[in-house]
């Protein structure tokens, strides 16, 4: 096995690779959550807004990195075993860019021809603030289930 | 990189040896992982698909703020997930101390480290069901949405179907772990893995748990955060 070979040249190091890898993903983790409650008050539209949300998930994809190179130990595997394994994952970039894309796209086509999906967009429903048990489910179950009918 | 390799990469396709340099199981526990890492990409696309196609979304810091024990107009977005988090990620840790332990044949710390990865899996599912009930009593479950959208318009049902569906699956795969994980308990204390001579079931039940974890991180960013 190959561990046998390998764990021999770094036996000393690999508890503190350990203890490396788990401090990066704890630091990882606190930024992002310090940049999740910077993002709070924020207006929704706003370009710093896009640009957190844009570096947390930078932030996302290094800890994906390090779980799966150093725990997963991936990193330390022959390089065959490693292609097998992350080239078949990079179909991720055209599943994501063509659906997100997909998606956006229909929300402005229903925006542009689907007036009452506008218009559904636009009303907003005031009892939310004071009521907070009894009313909810009067109040706002009623207009969710006309909208499924739209779509 | 590879630097426990001896073979020289013209030689690895030629036969009699793995071109993968891994145990054939630990091999198909990979590509168990990555055939499971396309399903739950496909959950997640799809809800990312969902959302750009609609005008509006619930705010994530006004569903998810509250907290056990506290009282209950709290407002503490954030707080209680970021533990779910922290606790998945140690649990992962110990994990990889059993996986390192068993490749020295350390008996008594693969237990010791098995039992903390337990006995975070199962704090992590306590977690998730207050939560769960939690929203439940709210009014959120399949199918009805109590919550309004960022800008005070009405929401559909996506965002709790979503919700609900994705972090189940995610709680059923944490779940079947700590199942795998007290297996390989018993077999470590019944001495099987002495007998064989090698800890490489461990090791499998690891990058099961690792994968867990790392799903964990998707779930949490595209629910909790962005």
């Known amino acids: ?151 | 990189m590879s630097t426990s390799t001896t073979v020289t990469p013209t030689k690895l396709w030629s036969g009699g040896k793995s071109p993968f340099n891994v145990e054939y199981g630990k091999l198909m526990m990979w590509y168990f992982l990555m055939s499971d890492a396309f399903t739950f990409g496909a959950f997640l696309i799809s809800y990312g698909t969902i959302r750009f196609s609609t005008n509006g979304w619930p705010d994530p810091n006004e569903v998810f703020k509250s907290f056990p024990f506290a009282p209950e107009g709290v407002h503490a977005p954030l707080v209680f997930v970021s533990i779910m988090t922290f606790i998945l990620i140690i649990s992962s840790v110990t994990m990889v101390l059993a996986v390192h332990a068993g490749q020295n044949m350390d008996k008594k710390k693969v237990v010791t480290n098995l039992i903390w990865t337990i006995l975070g899996g199962i704090a992590f599912l306590s977690c998730q069901a207050w939560e769960w009930n939690h929203l439940y009593h709210e009014g959120a479950w399949w199918g009805s949405n109590p919550f309004l959208n960022h800008d005070g318009t009405a929401s559909s049902t996506n965002f709790t179907n979503y919700f609900f569906t994705i972090t189940g699956f995610h709680g059923f795969h944490v779940f079947s772990g700590v199942i795998i994980n007290i297996v390989m308990l018993i077999m470590t204390l019944m001495d099987k893995f002495e007998q064989r001579g090698h800890y490489l079931m461990i090791e499998k039940a690891g990058l099961y748990w690792h994968f867990v974890d790392l799903v964990w991180v998707f779930v949490f960013t595209c629910f909790y955060l962005v």
Do not use: C, Q
């Open chain 1, 1 to 151: 096995m190959s561990h046998t070979a390998t764990h021999e040249e770094h036996n000393g190091g690999a508890v503190k690779e350990i203890v490396r890898v788990t401090i990066i993903l704890s630091v990882l983790t606190a930024v992002e959550l310090i940049l999740g409650f910077w993002m709070m008050g924020m207006p929704l539209d706003g370009r710093l807004r896009l640009a957190i949300k844009g570096a947390i998930i930078i932030l996302m994809l290094s800890k994906a990195f390090y779980i799966v190179g150093y725990f997963m130990h991936l990193k330390h595997e022959v390089k065959n075993l490693i292609m097998t394994i992350v080239v078949p994952l990079g179909l991720f970039i055209w599943f994501i860019t063509a659906f997100l894309i997909d998606g956006n796209s229909f929300r402005n086509l229903r925006n542009t021809y689907d007036p009452y999906f506008k218009e559904r967009s636009t009303i907003k429903v005031e009892k939310k603030a004071e009521a907070k048990h009894e009313e909810k489910k009067t109040e706002t179950v009623a207009p969710v289930e006309e909208k499924k009918v739209v779509e």
